[in-house]
Protein backbone atom coordinates (compact mmCIF):
# COMPACT_ATOMS: atom_id res chain seq x y z
CA UNK A 1 0.00 0.00 0.00
CA UNK A 2 2.68 2.27 0.85
CA UNK A 3 4.26 1.97 -2.75
CA UNK A 4 0.62 2.75 -4.58
CA UNK A 5 0.68 5.85 -2.57
CA UNK A 6 4.49 7.32 -2.80
CA UNK A 7 4.73 10.15 -5.01
CA UNK A 8 6.40 9.49 -8.39
CA UNK A 9 9.04 11.79 -9.39
CA UNK A 10 9.41 13.28 -12.73
CA UNK A 11 11.62 12.13 -15.33
CA UNK A 12 15.31 14.12 -14.88
CA UNK A 13 14.93 15.30 -18.75
CA UNK A 14 11.85 17.14 -17.85
CA UNK A 15 13.56 19.22 -14.84
CA UNK A 16 16.74 19.79 -16.99
CA UNK A 17 14.47 21.10 -19.72
CA UNK A 18 12.68 23.58 -16.98
CA UNK A 19 16.30 24.78 -16.01
CA UNK A 20 17.72 25.56 -20.02
CA UNK A 21 14.30 27.83 -20.86
CA UNK A 22 14.00 29.34 -17.41
CA UNK A 23 15.93 32.10 -18.40
CA UNK A 24 14.14 32.55 -21.81
CA UNK A 25 10.87 32.66 -19.92
CA UNK A 26 11.89 35.55 -17.77
CA UNK A 27 13.17 37.29 -20.88
CA UNK A 28 9.70 36.86 -22.75
CA UNK A 29 8.13 38.42 -19.45
CA UNK A 30 10.35 41.11 -19.39
CA UNK A 31 9.35 42.15 -22.80
CA UNK A 32 5.91 42.02 -21.75
CA UNK A 33 5.81 43.56 -18.88
CA UNK A 34 4.35 47.29 -18.90
CA UNK A 35 7.35 48.88 -16.63
CA UNK A 36 10.09 47.44 -14.39
CA UNK A 37 7.98 47.72 -11.98
CA UNK A 38 5.00 45.00 -12.96
CA UNK A 39 8.09 43.43 -14.37
CA UNK A 40 9.49 42.50 -10.60
CA UNK A 41 6.06 41.99 -9.51
CA UNK A 42 5.41 38.97 -12.04
CA UNK A 43 9.09 37.36 -11.02
CA UNK A 44 8.28 37.24 -7.20
CA UNK A 45 5.32 35.43 -8.20
CA UNK A 46 6.52 33.01 -10.92
CA UNK A 47 10.10 32.26 -9.40
CA UNK A 48 9.33 33.43 -5.55
CA UNK A 49 10.07 34.79 -2.91
CA UNK A 50 6.75 34.86 -3.99
CA UNK A 51 3.77 37.37 -2.22
CA UNK A 52 2.43 36.94 1.55
CA UNK A 53 -0.36 35.09 2.10
CA UNK A 54 -3.59 36.47 2.86
CA UNK A 55 -4.99 33.32 4.27
CA UNK A 56 -4.28 29.83 4.70
CA UNK A 57 -5.83 26.79 4.48
CA UNK A 58 -7.40 27.77 0.99
CA UNK A 59 -9.85 26.16 -1.58
CA UNK A 60 -6.71 26.70 -4.56
CA UNK A 61 -8.05 27.02 -8.41
CA UNK A 62 -5.83 27.26 -11.13
CA UNK A 63 -7.28 28.96 -13.58
CA UNK A 64 -4.56 29.50 -17.23
CA UNK A 65 -6.48 32.42 -18.78
CA UNK A 66 -9.81 34.62 -19.48
CA UNK A 67 -11.93 30.93 -20.31
CA UNK A 68 -10.84 29.04 -17.95
CA UNK A 69 -11.09 32.25 -15.23
CA UNK A 70 -14.85 32.36 -16.87
CA UNK A 71 -15.77 28.94 -16.31
CA UNK A 72 -14.50 28.81 -12.65
CA UNK A 73 -16.60 31.91 -11.78
CA UNK A 74 -19.26 30.55 -10.77
CA UNK A 75 -17.34 27.93 -8.13
CA UNK A 76 -15.09 30.29 -7.28
CA UNK A 77 -18.09 32.96 -5.98
CA UNK A 78 -19.94 30.08 -4.38
CA UNK A 79 -17.08 29.51 -1.68
CA UNK A 80 -16.54 33.06 -1.02
CA UNK A 81 -20.49 33.40 -0.38
CA UNK A 82 -19.86 30.60 2.14
CA UNK A 83 -17.08 32.24 3.57
CA UNK A 84 -14.01 30.18 2.66
CA UNK A 85 -11.13 31.59 1.26
CA UNK A 86 -9.79 31.24 -1.67
CA UNK A 87 -6.68 31.42 -4.05
CA UNK A 88 -6.57 31.58 -7.96
CA UNK A 89 -3.73 31.19 -9.79
CA UNK A 90 -3.44 31.96 -13.45
CA UNK A 91 -1.04 31.49 -16.12
CA UNK A 92 -1.87 34.74 -18.23
CA UNK A 93 -1.63 37.85 -17.99
CA UNK A 94 -5.53 38.37 -19.43
CA UNK A 95 -6.54 35.48 -17.02
CA UNK A 96 -4.93 37.34 -13.44
CA UNK A 97 -7.02 40.56 -14.60
CA UNK A 98 -9.57 38.73 -15.27
CA UNK A 99 -9.67 36.91 -11.80
CA UNK A 100 -9.30 40.40 -10.10
CA UNK A 101 -11.96 42.16 -11.91
CA UNK A 102 -14.30 39.57 -10.40
CA UNK A 103 -13.36 39.19 -7.16
CA UNK A 104 -10.66 41.85 -5.94
CA UNK A 105 -12.89 43.97 -4.32
CA UNK A 106 -16.10 43.99 -1.67
CA UNK A 107 -17.15 41.80 -0.13
CA UNK A 108 -14.33 39.78 -0.48
CA UNK A 109 -10.86 41.44 -0.61
CA UNK A 110 -10.56 39.55 3.24
CA UNK A 111 -11.49 36.48 1.10
CA UNK A 112 -10.07 36.78 -1.93
CA UNK A 113 -5.78 36.34 -3.52
CA UNK A 114 -5.18 36.10 -7.21
CA UNK A 115 -0.96 35.19 -7.97
CA UNK A 116 1.32 34.15 -10.64
CA UNK A 117 1.32 30.06 -10.89
CA UNK A 118 5.12 29.38 -10.31
CA UNK A 119 7.31 27.83 -12.68
CA UNK A 120 6.53 23.99 -12.63
CA UNK A 121 10.22 23.11 -10.48
CA UNK A 122 9.97 21.19 -7.56
CA UNK A 123 12.07 24.05 -5.32
CA UNK A 124 9.95 26.65 -6.26
CA UNK A 125 6.63 24.38 -5.83
CA UNK A 126 7.14 23.13 -2.33
CA UNK A 127 8.21 26.78 -1.07
CA UNK A 128 4.81 28.08 -2.65
CA UNK A 129 2.67 24.85 -0.96
CA UNK A 130 4.71 25.91 2.07
CA UNK A 131 3.74 29.69 2.28
CA UNK A 132 -0.09 29.19 0.89
CA UNK A 133 -1.01 26.02 2.41
CA UNK A 134 -3.96 25.61 0.70
CA UNK A 135 -6.28 22.63 1.69
CA UNK A 136 -7.14 21.73 -1.87
CA UNK A 137 -6.49 21.93 -5.38
CA UNK A 138 -8.82 22.49 -8.20
CA UNK A 139 -7.20 22.66 -11.69
CA UNK A 140 -9.68 23.92 -14.15
CA UNK A 141 -10.31 22.76 -18.00
CA UNK A 142 -6.50 22.30 -19.83
CA UNK A 143 -3.58 23.24 -17.67
CA UNK A 144 -2.20 20.08 -15.63
CA UNK A 145 1.77 20.56 -14.91
CA UNK A 146 3.25 16.85 -13.63
CA UNK A 147 5.81 18.49 -10.53
CA UNK A 148 2.50 20.59 -9.14
CA UNK A 149 0.49 17.42 -9.03
CA UNK A 150 3.12 15.52 -7.48
CA UNK A 151 4.29 17.80 -4.76
CA UNK A 152 0.26 18.40 -4.23
CA UNK A 153 0.86 14.00 -3.59
CA UNK A 154 3.72 14.91 -1.58
CA UNK A 155 1.79 17.44 0.56
CA UNK A 156 -1.36 15.07 0.98
CA UNK A 157 -3.35 18.08 -0.45
CA UNK A 158 -6.65 16.67 -3.00
CA UNK A 159 -5.76 17.78 -6.46
CA UNK A 160 -8.83 17.38 -8.87
CA UNK A 161 -9.49 18.44 -12.62
CA UNK A 162 -12.40 20.06 -13.05
CA UNK A 163 -14.65 20.25 -16.28
CA UNK A 164 -11.77 18.59 -17.85
CA UNK A 165 -11.51 18.98 -22.10
CA UNK A 166 -8.90 17.53 -24.12
CA UNK A 167 -8.90 17.54 -27.64
CA UNK A 168 -7.84 14.82 -29.70
CA UNK A 169 -4.54 16.85 -30.84
CA UNK A 170 -3.75 17.65 -27.21
CA UNK A 171 -3.61 13.71 -26.37
CA UNK A 172 -1.43 12.80 -29.27
CA UNK A 173 1.03 15.19 -27.46
CA UNK A 174 0.81 14.33 -24.30
CA UNK A 175 0.82 10.45 -26.17
CA UNK A 176 4.33 11.14 -27.23
CA UNK A 177 6.11 12.15 -23.42
CA UNK A 178 4.27 8.47 -21.86
CA UNK A 179 6.46 8.16 -19.06
CA UNK A 180 6.02 12.01 -17.91
CA UNK A 181 2.06 11.76 -18.82
CA UNK A 182 1.13 8.77 -17.12
CA UNK A 183 2.79 9.03 -13.78
CA UNK A 184 1.01 12.37 -13.49
CA UNK A 185 -2.01 11.31 -14.43
CA UNK A 186 -2.23 8.35 -11.70
CA UNK A 187 -1.07 11.24 -9.11
CA UNK A 188 -4.61 12.79 -9.55
CA UNK A 189 -7.35 12.34 -7.00
CA UNK A 190 -9.99 13.10 -9.04
CA UNK A 191 -11.15 14.31 -12.57
CA UNK A 192 -14.50 15.74 -13.82
CA UNK A 193 -14.87 15.54 -17.70
CA UNK A 194 -16.64 17.64 -20.01
CA UNK A 195 -17.64 14.52 -22.28
CA UNK A 196 -16.85 10.90 -22.40
CA UNK A 197 -14.40 11.65 -25.25
CA UNK A 198 -12.12 13.45 -23.43
CA UNK A 199 -12.68 10.96 -20.35
CA UNK A 200 -11.63 7.96 -22.63
CA UNK A 201 -8.71 9.94 -23.47
CA UNK A 202 -7.41 10.58 -20.51
CA UNK A 203 -7.73 7.28 -19.10
CA UNK A 204 -6.11 5.89 -22.15
CA UNK A 205 -3.10 8.58 -20.99
CA UNK A 206 -3.44 6.44 -18.17
CA UNK A 207 -5.73 7.75 -15.45
CA UNK A 208 -7.69 5.28 -13.59
CA UNK A 209 -11.24 5.52 -15.16
CA UNK A 210 -12.60 4.71 -11.55
CA UNK A 211 -10.97 8.44 -10.26
CA UNK A 212 -13.20 9.91 -13.54
CA UNK A 213 -16.46 11.06 -14.28
CA UNK A 214 -18.40 12.68 -17.05
CA UNK A 215 -21.25 15.49 -15.74
CA UNK A 216 -20.96 18.17 -18.77
CA UNK A 217 -19.86 21.26 -19.11
CA UNK A 218 -19.98 23.97 -16.60
CA UNK A 219 -19.82 26.98 -18.87
CA UNK A 220 -23.31 25.70 -19.85
CA UNK A 221 -24.73 27.33 -16.48
CA UNK A 222 -24.00 30.69 -16.89
CA UNK A 223 -26.33 33.96 -16.76
CA UNK A 224 -25.24 37.21 -17.89
CA UNK A 225 -24.07 39.58 -14.94
CA UNK A 226 -27.37 41.64 -14.77
CA UNK A 227 -25.02 44.97 -14.05
CA UNK A 228 -23.59 44.73 -17.72
CA UNK A 229 -27.86 43.73 -19.13
CA UNK A 230 -28.18 47.28 -17.35
CA UNK A 231 -25.01 48.94 -18.87
CA UNK A 232 -25.47 48.17 -22.57
CA UNK A 233 -29.29 48.91 -22.82
CA UNK A 234 -27.88 52.53 -21.48
CA UNK A 235 -25.28 52.31 -23.54
CA UNK A 236 -27.88 52.22 -26.50
CA UNK A 237 -29.65 55.00 -25.45
CA UNK A 238 -27.02 57.21 -24.70
CA UNK A 239 -25.31 56.38 -27.94
CA UNK A 240 -28.29 56.31 -29.84
CA UNK A 241 -27.85 52.88 -31.15
CA UNK A 242 -31.38 51.80 -31.38
CA UNK A 243 -31.07 52.30 -35.21
CA UNK A 244 -27.92 50.71 -35.57
CA UNK A 245 -27.09 47.14 -37.02
CA UNK A 246 -24.26 45.92 -34.99
CA UNK A 247 -22.10 43.21 -35.63
CA UNK A 248 -19.29 41.68 -32.94
CA UNK A 249 -15.93 39.84 -33.87
CA UNK A 250 -15.11 38.63 -30.36
CA UNK A 251 -11.70 37.02 -28.74
CA UNK A 252 -9.93 37.67 -32.15
CA UNK A 253 -6.74 36.85 -33.05
CA UNK A 254 -4.18 37.63 -36.12
CA UNK A 255 -5.19 38.31 -39.04
CA UNK A 256 -8.51 37.43 -38.04
CA UNK A 257 -9.71 41.33 -37.77
CA UNK A 258 -7.82 42.09 -40.65
CA UNK A 259 -9.46 39.55 -42.84
CA UNK A 260 -13.02 39.82 -42.12
CA UNK A 261 -12.65 43.66 -41.82
CA UNK A 262 -11.77 43.56 -45.41
CA UNK A 263 -14.80 41.73 -46.57
CA UNK A 264 -16.73 44.29 -44.24
CA UNK A 265 -15.37 47.42 -45.28
CA UNK A 266 -17.87 47.57 -48.10
CA UNK A 267 -20.89 46.90 -46.64
CA UNK A 268 -19.76 49.47 -43.38
CA UNK A 269 -19.29 52.21 -46.25
CA UNK A 270 -22.08 51.38 -47.89
CA UNK A 271 -24.72 51.13 -44.57
CA UNK A 272 -24.11 53.95 -42.13
CA UNK A 273 -26.14 52.18 -40.08
CA UNK A 274 -23.78 49.18 -40.07
CA UNK A 275 -21.55 48.91 -36.91
CA UNK A 276 -18.93 46.50 -36.05
CA UNK A 277 -17.49 45.85 -32.52
CA UNK A 278 -13.87 44.31 -32.07
CA UNK A 279 -13.04 42.51 -28.88
CA UNK A 280 -8.93 41.70 -29.39
CA UNK A 281 -8.46 38.68 -27.19
CA UNK A 282 -4.64 39.98 -26.29
CA UNK A 283 -4.49 43.04 -24.70
CA UNK A 284 -1.02 43.50 -26.35
CA UNK A 285 -2.88 43.90 -29.51
CA UNK A 286 -5.03 46.80 -28.95
CA UNK A 287 -2.49 49.04 -30.89
CA UNK A 288 -1.86 46.79 -33.68
CA UNK A 289 -5.99 46.13 -34.34
CA UNK A 290 -6.29 50.07 -34.40
CA UNK A 291 -3.61 50.06 -37.04
CA UNK A 292 -5.58 47.58 -38.99
CA UNK A 293 -9.01 49.58 -38.70
CA UNK A 294 -6.76 53.04 -39.98
CA UNK A 295 -5.22 51.28 -43.01
CA UNK A 296 -9.00 50.37 -44.34
CA UNK A 297 -10.02 53.93 -43.81
CA UNK A 298 -12.26 52.38 -41.15
CA UNK A 299 -14.01 55.22 -38.49
CA UNK A 300 -13.02 54.16 -35.27
CA UNK A 301 -13.27 54.92 -31.83
CA UNK A 302 -11.47 53.04 -29.12
CA UNK A 303 -12.71 52.15 -25.25
CA UNK A 304 -9.35 52.83 -24.26
CA UNK A 305 -10.04 56.44 -24.99
CA UNK A 306 -13.08 56.31 -23.22
CA UNK A 307 -14.56 57.32 -26.89
CA UNK A 308 -18.34 57.00 -27.25
CA UNK A 309 -19.65 55.26 -30.57
CA UNK A 310 -20.56 58.05 -32.80
CA UNK A 311 -23.48 58.62 -35.67
CA UNK A 312 -20.40 58.20 -38.18
CA UNK A 313 -18.32 55.23 -36.14
CA UNK A 314 -17.84 52.39 -38.21
CA UNK A 315 -15.61 50.55 -36.14
CA UNK A 316 -15.69 50.35 -32.17
CA UNK A 317 -12.49 48.82 -30.77
CA UNK A 318 -13.34 47.41 -27.61
CA UNK A 319 -9.58 47.95 -26.17
CA UNK A 320 -10.46 47.03 -22.36
CA UNK A 321 -10.67 44.01 -20.28
CA UNK A 322 -13.43 42.35 -18.35
CA UNK A 323 -16.80 44.11 -20.81
CA UNK A 324 -17.00 41.03 -23.10
CA UNK A 325 -21.32 40.57 -21.59
CA UNK A 326 -21.57 44.42 -22.58
CA UNK A 327 -20.16 44.29 -26.12
CA UNK A 328 -22.48 41.09 -26.47
CA UNK A 329 -25.30 42.46 -24.79
CA UNK A 330 -24.72 45.67 -27.82
CA UNK A 331 -24.44 42.76 -30.69
CA UNK A 332 -27.43 41.30 -32.83
CA UNK A 333 -24.92 39.26 -34.82
CA UNK A 334 -21.49 38.05 -33.28
CA UNK A 335 -18.52 35.93 -34.24
CA UNK A 336 -16.26 34.06 -31.84
CA UNK A 337 -12.38 34.26 -32.70
CA UNK A 338 -9.63 32.03 -32.44
CA UNK A 339 -11.22 29.29 -35.03
CA UNK A 340 -10.40 30.90 -38.10
CA UNK A 341 -6.79 32.01 -37.46
CA UNK A 342 -3.90 28.91 -37.63
CA UNK A 343 -3.64 26.84 -35.55
CA UNK A 344 -6.86 27.96 -33.96
CA UNK A 345 -8.95 26.15 -31.54
CA UNK A 346 -11.94 28.67 -30.73
CA UNK A 347 -13.09 30.14 -27.86
CA UNK A 348 -16.27 30.11 -25.41
CA UNK A 349 -19.21 30.32 -27.71
CA UNK A 350 -21.97 30.03 -24.67
CA UNK A 351 -21.70 33.38 -23.51
CA UNK A 352 -23.11 35.14 -26.78
CA UNK A 353 -25.84 32.36 -26.76
CA UNK A 354 -26.59 33.33 -23.28
CA UNK A 355 -28.11 36.52 -24.34
CA UNK A 356 -29.40 35.51 -27.54
CA UNK A 357 -26.71 36.87 -29.88
CA UNK A 358 -26.97 34.32 -33.32
CA UNK A 359 -23.31 33.49 -33.13
CA UNK A 360 -20.33 32.24 -36.43
CA UNK A 361 -17.92 30.46 -35.83
CA UNK A 362 -14.47 29.69 -37.96
CA UNK A 363 -13.59 25.89 -38.45
CA UNK A 364 -10.94 25.78 -36.07
CA UNK A 365 -12.76 24.95 -33.14
CA UNK A 366 -11.30 21.93 -31.91
CA UNK A 367 -10.73 23.17 -28.59
CA UNK A 368 -14.61 23.34 -28.08
CA UNK A 369 -15.42 20.28 -30.61
CA UNK A 370 -17.80 18.12 -28.36
CA UNK A 371 -19.97 21.64 -27.44
CA UNK A 372 -19.96 23.19 -30.82
CA UNK A 373 -20.99 19.61 -32.58
CA UNK A 374 -23.75 19.64 -30.46
CA UNK A 375 -24.87 23.02 -31.56
CA UNK A 376 -24.42 22.08 -35.41
CA UNK A 377 -26.61 18.94 -34.36
CA UNK A 378 -29.18 21.33 -33.26
CA UNK A 379 -28.32 23.77 -36.31
CA UNK A 380 -28.22 26.38 -33.41
CA UNK A 381 -24.50 27.92 -34.65
CA UNK A 382 -23.07 28.85 -38.51
CA UNK A 383 -19.95 27.68 -39.21
CA UNK A 384 -17.81 29.53 -42.08
CA UNK A 385 -15.13 28.45 -43.81
CA UNK A 386 -12.89 31.36 -44.63
CA UNK A 387 -13.77 35.06 -43.91
CA UNK A 388 -15.86 36.33 -47.06
CA UNK A 389 -18.29 33.06 -45.72
CA UNK A 390 -18.54 34.42 -42.19
CA UNK A 391 -19.19 38.44 -43.03
CA UNK A 392 -22.17 37.06 -45.09
CA UNK A 393 -23.53 34.64 -42.09
CA UNK A 394 -23.46 37.49 -39.89
CA UNK A 395 -24.70 40.31 -42.55
CA UNK A 396 -27.33 37.48 -43.15
CA UNK A 397 -28.24 37.26 -39.71
CA UNK A 398 -28.75 41.11 -39.82
CA UNK A 399 -31.76 40.74 -42.40
CA UNK A 400 -33.07 37.84 -42.41
CA UNK A 401 -35.52 37.63 -38.89
CA UNK A 402 -36.83 33.71 -39.39
CA UNK A 403 -33.39 32.70 -39.46
CA UNK A 404 -32.11 34.50 -36.89
CA UNK A 405 -35.51 34.15 -34.04
CA UNK A 406 -34.35 30.33 -35.67
CA UNK A 407 -30.84 30.32 -34.71
CA UNK A 408 -31.63 31.76 -31.11
CA UNK A 409 -34.05 28.99 -30.73
CA UNK A 410 -32.05 25.98 -31.48
CA UNK A 411 -29.23 28.05 -29.64
CA UNK A 412 -31.64 27.59 -26.48
CA UNK A 413 -32.71 24.40 -26.79
CA UNK A 414 -28.95 23.13 -26.19
CA UNK A 415 -28.53 25.20 -23.19
CA UNK A 416 -31.54 24.01 -21.38
CA UNK A 417 -30.89 20.50 -21.31
CA UNK A 418 -27.07 20.87 -20.46
CA UNK A 419 -27.55 22.68 -17.41
CA UNK A 420 -26.71 21.19 -13.71
CA UNK A 421 -22.82 20.53 -14.14
CA UNK A 422 -21.99 23.25 -11.93
CA UNK A 423 -23.90 21.60 -9.06
CA UNK A 424 -22.14 18.34 -9.81
CA UNK A 425 -18.48 20.17 -9.47
CA UNK A 426 -20.03 21.30 -5.84
CA UNK A 427 -20.99 18.28 -4.47
CA UNK A 428 -17.10 17.11 -5.49
CA UNK A 429 -15.70 19.52 -3.81
CA UNK A 430 -17.58 19.67 -0.65
CA UNK A 431 -17.46 16.33 -0.34
CA UNK A 432 -13.23 16.57 -0.45
CA UNK A 433 -14.04 19.52 2.29
CA UNK A 434 -15.72 17.20 4.48
CA UNK A 435 -13.16 14.84 4.29
CA UNK A 436 -10.29 16.99 5.36
CA UNK A 437 -12.51 18.80 8.31
CA UNK A 438 -13.03 15.47 9.26
CA UNK A 439 -9.35 14.28 9.08
Keep these: MAQKNAVQQTPFWYNFLLTCIKPLYRWKIKQRAENAAAFQQECIERFGPFQPPKNLQ ?5 VVSVGETNAAQPLIEHYLKLGHPVLVTNTTKTGQARAKSLFLKAPY ?6 VYLPVDQKPLLKQFFDVYQPKLLALVETEIWPNLIAEAKQQQIPCILLNARLSEKSAKGYGKVARLTKPMLQQLTWMLAQDQATQQRYVALGLDQNKSQV ?10 PQHYV ?5 FKQDWQLEHRQIITLASTHAPEEENLLKQLQPHLNANPNLL ?8 ERFDEVYQVCQSLNLNTQRRSLQQQIQEDTQVFLADSMGEMWLWYGLSQACFVGGSLNEP ?3 HNILEPMVLDVPTVIGPRYFNFQSIVDEFVAEQGILIGGDAAQIVQQLLSCLENT ?3 QRLVQQAQLVLQRNTGSL ?4 QLIDHYLQQIASS
Excluded: S, Y
Excluded at 58 to 62: D, V
Excluded at 109 to 114: E, I, K, R, T, V
Excluded at 276 to 283: N, Q
Excluded at 423 to 426: V, W
Design 215 to 224: VGNIKFDITA
Design 423 to 426: QKHI
Design 230 to 234: VQAEQ
Design 276 to 283: CIVVPRHP
Design 344 to 346: GGG
Design 58 to 62: TIWFH
Design 402 to 404: AQK
Design 109 to 114: LDLFQA
